[in-house]
T-cell receptor, first 111, second 113 residues
Framework: DSGVTQTPKHLITATGQRVTLRCSPRSGDLSVYWYQQSLDQGLQFLIQYYNGEERAKGNILERFSAQQFPDLHSELNLSSLELGDSALYFC??????????FGSGTRLTVV | GQQLNQSPQSMFIQEGEDVSMNCTSSSIFNTWLWYKQDPGEGPVLLIALYKAGELTSNGRLTAQFGITRKDSFLNISASIPSDVGIYFCAGQLGGGSNYKLTFGKGTLLTVNP
């Protein structure tokens, strides 16, 4: 157990729908990152939050959004889903003491 | 944007052989990291490198941070079947831990017993 918890582990939904992925960072970590992993693109950085504030943005589509709550957990919202959004979505958290740790991911399948 | 070129894309080796993979970048990084990913799991950190020229070992793994800060390599000695997985290099630009990582596309390692 890495200490980073992601739910759900698997998600199957239809095109056009909206889903929410949840991440609880390791205790004490202030930074949360979201990554998308697809077969042809590898691990792509989507967005980072630090202590509730958006800190960096990567290749995140406008249909996607995220937030980090006061208890430091984060949610990634994916809307108007398309077949190409099917991928593994990873959350990671980091701290100066323990570095960068990934959760086990959410496998999203859009049908 | 920053890109990492990781090679080889895949390797098929016999148990007991040594393995070498590397990453190059068009940009300078302050930290280089190597991760391993098993099927259905998130990447797990193997080795972290913080200084140019640094050579670090972790058991059968050895990694180096290139002098130019634009490259790194990972060696695995005396491979065993559980070494199978995808190995990723990652670069971090910021000086602290709270900066995003840029990943290579991975090296798929297969070890034949």
């Amino acid at each position: 157990d890495s200490g980073v918890t992601q739910t759900p582990k698997h998600l199957i939904t239809a095109t056009g729908q909206r889903v929410t992925l949840r991440c609880s960072p390791r205790s004490g970590d202030l930074s949360v990152y979201w990554y998308q992993q697809s077969l042809d693109q590898g691990l792509q950085f989507l967005i980072q939050y630090y202590n509730g504030e958006e800190r960096a943005k990567g290749n995140i589509l406008e249909r996607f959004s995220a937030q980090q709550f006061p208890d430091l957990h984060s949610e990634l919202n994916l809307s108007s889903l398309e077949l190409g959004d099917s991928a593994l979505y990873f959350c990671a958290s980091s701290s100066r003491s323990f570095g960068y740790t990934f959760g086990s991911g959410t496998r999203l399948t859009v049908v | 944007g920053q890109q990492l070129n990781q090679s080889p894309q895949s390797m098929f080796i016999q148990e007991g052989e040594d393995v070498s993979m590397n990453c190059t970048s068009s940009s300078i990084f302050n930290t280089w990291l190597w991760y391993k990913q098993d099927p259905g799991e998130g990447p797990v950190l193997l080795i972290a490198l913080y200084k140019a020229g640094e050579l670090t070992s972790n058991g059968r793994l050895t990694a180096q941070f290139g002098i130019t800060r634009k490259d790194s390599f990972l060696n695995i000695s005396a491979s065993i079947p559980s070494d199978v997985g995808i190995y990723f290099c990652a670069g971090q630009l910021g000086g602290g831990s709270n900066y995003k990582l840029t990943f290579g596309k991975g090296t798929l390692l297969t070890v034949n017993p």
